[in-house]
Structure formats: C-alpha cells, structure tokens
C-alpha cells in the first residue's frame, strides 16, 4: 500500500466532522493565489443578504429542507 492510500484509510476512519476540516484544510492548501478583495467581498454580499432577510425580503428554509433541495437538484435523493 502506498502513503497515499494508506493516509486515505486513515482520514477515513474519522469522525465526519473531522474528515471535513481535513478535506477543508487539503482544498485550501491547492489555492495558491489569494484575491485580497475577495474577504471584504463576501463579507459585504453576506450583509446584504441578511439585511434582505431581516426586512422580509428574502424568505429562508431549514437546513434539512436546504439539504434534500440540493441533494434532488443533484440527482441524489436524501435517504435523511
């Protein structure tokens, strides 16, 4: 077995919320080049969107409903 697949069966063994902070960590570690604008960017789009919401604007929905909503758009259905 190489490192590559020997260090794949051990992420895999754990826990969820772990595997995804590393799976985060090893995505973030491939983006060599960093927008300076792009914080101050989403930062004022996600103030946006929430002054939308808090003036009804915008309607929201529950995770799960988001979750079985992404997962139709997909192609999956949500066995949740």
Known sequence: MNDRNRLLEEAM????EER???AGALIESLD????EG?????AEEIRR???RVDA???GTISWS???RRI?????RASSD
């Open 13 to 16: 063994h754990l826990p969820a």
């Open 20 to 22: 995804a902070a590393l």
């Open 32 to 35: 060599t080049q960093v927008d």
């Open 38 to 42: 792009a914080e101050q960017a989403w």
């Open 49 to 51: 969107r929430l002054q």
């Open 56 to 58: 009804d604007f915008a």
């Open 65 to 67: 409903e988001a979750r």
């Open 71 to 75: 997962l139709a758009g997909a192609g």
